[in-house]
């Protein structure tokens, strides 16, 4: 019969933060453009952003809305920002209401700071 024993080690990386512990990843903004230019038709969507962290995809999400608009079509969609961390989520509804083009675009939010699955529940749109 063969034991299994735990080897410790050293290792240089640094402590794990709270936010590797969470699971927390950012998305780079140009990985977000790419997949808001490739995911984004019409200019109509509704989006579920399941953990919008601090807007990266927000951000790409508009600039590609505001390439959309200059074919004059009136666009509207809806984009539901769901964050765990609500600081993160007030620097996401921060990002997209500075966007220089937040004015002109038809666009409807609902921010909820939240677990997704909890609020996932809670939308109405989870099949039962």
């Not at 927390?24 to 984004?40: E, F, V």
């Not at 505001?66 to 920002?81: G, Q």
Request: net charge positive.
């Amino acid at each position: 019969m063969r034991t299994i024993t735990k080897s410790v080690f050293q290792t240089n990386k640094a402590n794990t933060s709270e936010q590797k512990l969470r699971g927390g990843y950012y998305t780079p903004l140009a990985l977000a453009t790419y997949l808001a230019s490739w995911a984004l038709r019409t200019g109509n969507e509704s989006i579920l952003e399941p953990s919008c962290g601090d807007g990266n995809f927000i951000e790409a999400l508009l600039q590609r809305f505001s390439t959309l608009s200059k074919s004059r079509k009136k666009r509207i969609a809806k984009i539901i920002a769901i964050e765990l961390e609500d600081q993160e989520l007030l620097k996401a509804q921060h990002r997209a209401e500075k966007h220089p083009n937040a004015s002109n675009q038809h666009i409807e939010y609902q921010w909820i700071c939240d677990d997704f699955f909890s609020a996932y529940s809670n939308l109405g749109t989870a099949k039962k």
